[in-house]
C-alpha cells in the first residue's frame, strides 16, 4: 500500500532489505534486550519469579511431610507386628514424649525433633 510518491503508507512499517541499516529513530530487538528493563517489567519479572519459587516451596514441603509421615507409620506398623518387652516399651515411650514442640509456632526444629524421636524409636525396633 504506497501511496503515489513511492512511500509506504502512514502507519505501515516498509520492509527492511538484507544488509540495509536500520533507519534512525528505529530501535532494533538487541538493543531492546540489551536495554535494562524498565520497573514494571523487572517487578512483573519478580512476581513471576516469587510465586515461582512459592511453588516449589510447597511442593518440597510437600515431600518432606510425607516422608517423615511415612517413617512414623512403618514405625507403628513395626510396633504392632512385634511383641515387645514392658521395659523396652517404657523407653520407647520415653523417646515419644521427650520432644519439646509447639506445633502452633510451626517451627522446623520441631520437626527435626520429631524426626529424630522416629528415628531413635526405628533404631530401638532394629529397622
Same mark, same amino acid.
Given at each position: 500500500m504506497a501511496t503515489a510518491k513511492g512511500k509506504p503508507a502512514a502507519g505501515k #512499517?516498509?520492509?527492511?532489505?538484507?544488509?540495509?541499516t %536500520?533507519?534512525?529513530?528505529?530501535k532494533s530487538i538487541a538493543a531492546a534486550l540489551a536495554r535494562k528493563p524498565s520497573r514494571k517489567v523487572a517487578k512483573d519479572?519478580? %512476581?513471576l519469579e516469587l510465586? $515461582?519459587?512459592r511453588a516449589m516451596f510447597t511442593e518440597i514441603a510437600? $515431600?518432606? %511431610? #510425607?516422608n517423615a509421615e511415612g517413617e512414623i507409620a512403618s514405625v507403628i506398623e513395626a510396633v504392632e507386628g512385634k511383641s515387645l518387652p514392658v521395659a523396652r516399651v517404657q523407653k520407647m515411650l520415653e523417646v515419644v514424649r521427650a520432644p519439646s514442640v509447639k506445633p502452633r509456632k510451626g517451627r522446623r526444629k520441631d520437626l527435626v525433633r520429631i524426626e529424630r524421636a522416629a528415628a531413635a524409636l526405628r533404631k530401638e525396633l532394629g529397622e
Open positions: #512499517a516498509a520492509p527492511i532489505e538484507p544488509g540495509a %536500520v533507519p534512525p529513530g528505529k519479572m519478580l %512476581v510465586r $515461582r519459587l510437600e $515431600r518432606y %511431610v #510425607a
